[in-house]
């Protein structure tokens, strides 16, 4: 038995209540609930998902979603392998807001960065509630932007696992013994962004990536 | 040991003394540190201090907390410093600033009268609503006294009118309702409103927390000392806040800790009305409190009813009306979900506001740049006083303000059991910001050894959440010492916080602020520019460097509005507009002609019409992205679109066509904007050209002679340009062209019978005349065309574009000298009017003496081509060529130098060598005149 473990660091972003967390906790406890507390600055949680012979561990970092956390955000996706960027098909700002962050995430994140895009809430139209996101839209912005496209309920659990084992499946398994090594050449540090240890060169965090 | 304990602790405060003398913070002012200290709201300025003894006699005292029964004058004594403020008597005593503070509302105050005193000293008689009596006694200059007292009278008389909402105040404190029923023995005192946990229950359970005999303490406390508006703190004020206080009473010390039961008192009715005047009202704040409501500790009973989630909402939108800078960020909910449990939705609402500006400012802003400077603070923290932790952290690439920033911005509510946090936050409202890191600190030191162990944030942040979860466990369960072992994890933690974590001060933490808050703020400036750039519409004129620009401008336009902070708003009204678009548009800089009224009328005018195009959600003001959107048409470099865009300033409703009175607000429009050109301010391609040829044609004339091949060429040393004629005749082209896009408008204008109008009005032949009387011509025509409503005429867009087309001024003008005269990829200059663009753009010209080179090269060929036998061949030709850009490139300095010769040389122009070149730039601008000079210069007249 082949037991080689990889692990991803992901990330979730999207507007403040489109059910970031919840998809999160769904997939890591299989669990919903109603009224989440929103994420203050971000919440950190893995889960071991068995792919094959190989397992991939998740280390998901959930982040708020009020626009005035956006500016902490760079701090939870550097040196992301994967991106959930996540919007309510009942709430076209959403989406807009999914926009922006894809854009962002091409022009901060490590290079070869995985986005997912999801469409959340699939249960509010089973439910009769109207959709304002068409399907065709997100598809297409997905096929222009190279992401992954899921629409997902959390409450129901609907598709949900499917977006991690999509993003289990596009991201290259590293042996081992280069997954030390490896993980180093993905963490870009790139200066263009608020970095709380950004007091000018030299500063602490400058010098992580040699290690 | 415990003495070398505080001889090392007094050290290195004093290490930390110094460092403070290098911090560069802003200076605080001696009324804002005594605000900041006391708490007090900002229009409490000390209006009087003096030194003074104090001594205060309860009613309620036993005789044993006087030295002799029944003798007023011998109670104890504390000698310190009195201030005088607008509502309050401060005092503090210099012995150790603990043992005798108070706070005390004027309102309070039944009876000042001079008391008996048995020494020559002066003193005061404060009898308080409550029976307690203040004993004052003035230490200092009998004068100085006096004057303090003369003071305190003008007070107490201008705070009569405040009396009367003292007694309705005092019923809302529990403090007071203790008192009436177990000292005052009224039976039918009513307990005044309290927080939610009173009907859902305090989370935590009382029986371990001790309720009972705290609340005792507390009402022994009130009883000797004094109780909220008229408290006196002493040692055991803190020490019972040290043990946490209880529940019952949480809501008024944490007012009275925070001051904002000072703000409460100062304006009763605020709260109510601000609720009541934004009734109904919706906002982006409201939305975001909305979707959270349901969402902030939602397993407390009362978040899962409507009574809790009502409070909670009424509370947040009231601040996010009161306080539209920060409006609602995410943990603010759940912190006011918190204090709701101890307070009424009153109490917590100006509690939040004194947390937000006092304890945590910047925390909650647009920005969050308070939360992003403690982390940097803090994280500088861990690096002085833990290296070890530090440097493992760091060689890990651990982000610690991952795990920190939930502890600071929700202030441990999240992430400790709530009794655990209360208890925090006991501690936090009477020590200050301070405490935060205290604790903070202490948490990384307590689990120190665990967490040097782990190599991921994930690990990390287990170890933590674990640590949290488990506060009330032992902290030395091995131990067989059973007083050791019953000392639990949180118990240790207060113990490592503020004990060995007191060196972190105030002033350090303040310190620190200063030394990053340049950075902190300058990275999230430079966030906010990229990640609004990034959002930009599509543009199809406008360059990356455009926008970039842009955005700079835009917000620099926009006085209030802080990006860093985030406050005020990020969009442009009309006034700001205008001063937006003087920066970087030709047409819109300040100009002399501003005098004119008329003139200012078509800039208020076409502007507006601008303003309004650009406005696409018609709310009276512009976005950025409105503004790119706007500024990428109007640079379009289509000939046709450019056309269409203006003709559609006009056309408001769409209909592809415009009316008689739209044509002559097209013709003042098409004024306004051509201004620059009209008054000679600045130079369109035509007069540029024909400004270059003449220069070549008489460079060329004046050698002819001596030319034989390219080679002979002598290149002048110096050009004089005559401005005054191009100016006059760049001036005369674009009148001309107004007064023929008037006549052909109203020519080809549907129905065409204006003609005998347009005959009238001819003025192609009006090269002789005054500006004046052309101006006369034209308002004869507006008004003629304007009042003659018999006959309606109409133009359309496609009639319109080939008036426009017709003249080659105005055809130019949309093609390129509109566009050219949008400065967008120029860094801001600031604007100094005058016709200072003028001369620029002449300086410019001549600098650039390429186009002027090449004008002469192509003259230069053709008389060597007619003259000389000698063919070039193309390697010389370029070397040529490579001559000519020298000449031009040194040029321009020299021809000023002749020219300032030219001009004051008629005096001492060898002196006036020496100028220095902008002085020479000034004198040219003073040639008016047509002067001859010396051999080496050319003149060109033609």
Known sequence: MNTSVTSIKLVLLGEAAVGKSSIVLRFVSNDFSENKEPTIGAAFLTQRVNMGDHTIKFEIWDTAGQERFASLAPMYYRNAQAALVVYDITKPQSFIKARHWVKELHEQASKGIVIALVGNKLDLIEGGAERKVAREEAEKLATEEGLLFFETSAKTGDNVNEVFLGIGQKIPLKKPDEQSQGSSGLRINDDNRVDLAAGGPGSSNAGACNC | ?942
């Open chain 2, 1 to 942: 040991m415990s003495f070398f304990d505080s001889i090392r602790q007094k050290a290195s405060s004093v290490k930390f003394l110094d460092k403070l003398t290098d911090s560069f913070g802003p200076v605080l002012t001696r009324d804002e540190i005594f605000k900041f200290e006391y708490k007090l709201p900002n229009d409490e300025n000390i209006l009087d201090d003096t030194n003074a003894d104090i001594s205060i006699i309860s009613p309620h005292m036993k005789p044993k907390d006087l030295r002799h029964e029944n003798e007023e004058g011998m109670a104890y004594v504390y000698s310190g410093r009195l201030f005088l403020t607008s509502h309050y008597l401060v005092f503090k005593d210099s012995f150790d600033h603990s043992s005798c503070v108070f706070v005390l509302n004027i309102t309070t105050i039944r009876r000042v009268e001079r008391a008996p005193t048995t020494s020559y000293a002066f003193s005061l008689g404060i009898t308080l609503y409550s029976g307690v009596r203040i004993i004052i006694q003035f230490i200092g200059l009998r004068s100085r006294s006096e004057e303090f007292c003369y003071k305190l009278k003008e007070q107490l008389t201008k705070n009569i009118p405040n009396t009367k909402t003292l007694t309705p105040f005092l019923e809302t404190c529990y403090s007071e309702y203790l008192i009436a029923r177990n000292v005052l023995k009224r039976v039918d005192a009513s307990p005044p409103p309290a927080g939610l946990g009173q009907i859902y229950k305090y989370p935590g359970n009382p029986a371990i927390m001790k309720e009972k005999p705290k609340l005792r303490l507390w009402f022994e406390y009130f009883r000797d000392n004094g109780k909220n508006l008229t408290i006196v703190k002493n040692h055991m004020f803190q020490k019972l806040i040290r043990v946490g206080v209880p529940n019952r009473l949480r809501g008024e010390i944490w007012e009275l800790c925070s001051g904002s039961m000072y703000l409460r008192f100062a304006n009763q009715k605020e709260y109510v009305t601000i609720l009541k005047a934004n009734e109904g009202k919706t906002s982006q704040a409201i939305e975001e409190i909305e979707k959270d409501l349901n969402r902030s500790l939602p397993e407390y009973a009362a978040y899962q009813d409507e009574e809790g989630i009502k409070r909670l909402r009424n509370v947040l939108t009231a601040y996010s009306w009161k306080n539209p800078d920060v409006g609602y960020c995410q943990a603010m909910n759940i912190l006011v979900a918190g204090l709701l449990i101890f307070m009424t939705e009153e109490q917590a609402f100006w509690c939040l506001f004194s947390l937000c500006d006092n304890y945590v400012p910047g925390y909650y802003s647009k920005t969050m740049y308070g939360t992003l400077l403690d982390q940097k603070v803090f994280e500088s923290f861990v690096e002085s006083k833990m290296p070890v932790l530090s440097e493992h952290i760091t060689t890990h690439d651990i982000q610690l303000s991952v795990v920190s920033l939930p502890w600071f911005l929700s202030l441990f509510f999240t992430s400790m059991p709530l009794p655990y946090a209360f208890r925090i936050m006991d501690i936090f409202l009477v020590n200050g910001p301070k405490t935060l890191f205290q604790v903070a600190l202490a948490i990384l030191k307590v689990n120190g050894e665990d967490l040097l162990e782990v190599d991921d944030d994930g690990m990390f942040i287990a170890i933590l959440k674990n640590y949290f979860q488990t506060l009330d466990h032992s902290a030395h369960p091995e131990s067989s010492d059973i007083k050791y072992k019953q000392i639990t994890k949180f118990q240790e933690l207060l113990v490592v916080a503020f004990k060995e974590f007191s060196i972190i001060t105030d002033a350090m933490v303040e310190q620190e602020r200063n030394k990053y808050r340049k950075d902190i703020l300058h990275n999230i400036e430079s966030f906010a520019k990229r990640t609004q750039l990034r959002n930009l519409p599509q543009t199809r004129n406008l360059t990356k460097d455009n926008l970039s620009n842009i955005y700079d401008l835009f917000y620099q336009s926009i006085e209030s509005h802080k990006i860093s902070m985030g406050t005020g708003s990020s969009n442009m009204d009309f006034e700001a507009f205008i001063q937006f678009l003087s920066k970087f548009c030709d047409w819109c800089k300040p100009s002399e002609s501003e005098q004119i009224p008329r003139f200012r009328k078509q800039k208020r005018g076409f502007l507006k019409r601008l303003f309004k195009q650009w406005d696409i959600s018609s709310s009276n003001e512009l976005t950025l992205n409105d503004v790119v959107s706007g500024l990428d048409s109007l640079l379009s470099k289509d000939l046709m679109s450019s056309i269409n865009n203006f003709f559609a300033l006009f056309d408001q409703e769409g209909k592809g066509e415009i009316q008689r009175e739209e044509v002559l607000q097209i013709s003042e429009g098409l004024l306004f904007l051509t201004e620059p050109w009209k008054s000679g301010r600045c130079v369109d391609y035509l007069t540029q050209k024909s400004i270059e040829e003449d220069i070549a044609d008489s460079l060329i004339e004046n050698n002819l002679d001596h030319i034989n091949s390219m080679d002979q060429i002598e290149l002048p040393s110096g050009v004089v340009i005559d401005e005054e004629k191009y100016k006059t005749e760049q001036t005369e082209r674009y009148l001309k062209a107004a007064s023929n896009f008037l006549q052909r408008s109203f020519e080809y204008a549907r129905p065409l019978d204006l003609s005998e109008e347009v005959d009238l009005l001819d003025l192609s032949d009006s090269d002789g005349e005054s500006q004046d009387i052309k101006k006369k011509k034209w308002d004869t025509l507006k008004a003629n065309a304007a009042l003659d409503p018999s006959h309606p005429t109409v133009i359309d867009l496609a009639t319109f574009r080939m008036i426009i087309l017709a003249d080659e001024t105005y055809e130019l003008f949309f093609a390129q000298t509109l566009r050219h005269s949008v400065h967008v990829d120029e860094k801001i200059s600031p604007a100094d009017g005058k016709g200072k663009a003028l001369r620029n753009m002449f300086d410019g010209l001549l600098a650039d003496g390429r186009r002027v080179a090449n004008q002469m090269r192509r003259r230069v060929d053709s008389v060597a081509t007619k003259a000389s036998s000698s063919s070039e061949s193309p390697v010389d030709y370029a070397e040529k060529q490579e001559e000519l850009d020298d000449f031009t490139s040194y040029q321009p300095d020299e021809h000023v130098d002749l020219l300032k010769a030219d001009l004051i040389g008629f005096e001492d122009g060898h002196e006036q060598n020496h100028q220095t070149p902008k002085a020479r730039v000034e004198s040219f601008s003073l040639d008016h005149t047509h002067s001859h000079n010396n051999e080496s210069t050319v003149e060109f007249e033609t």
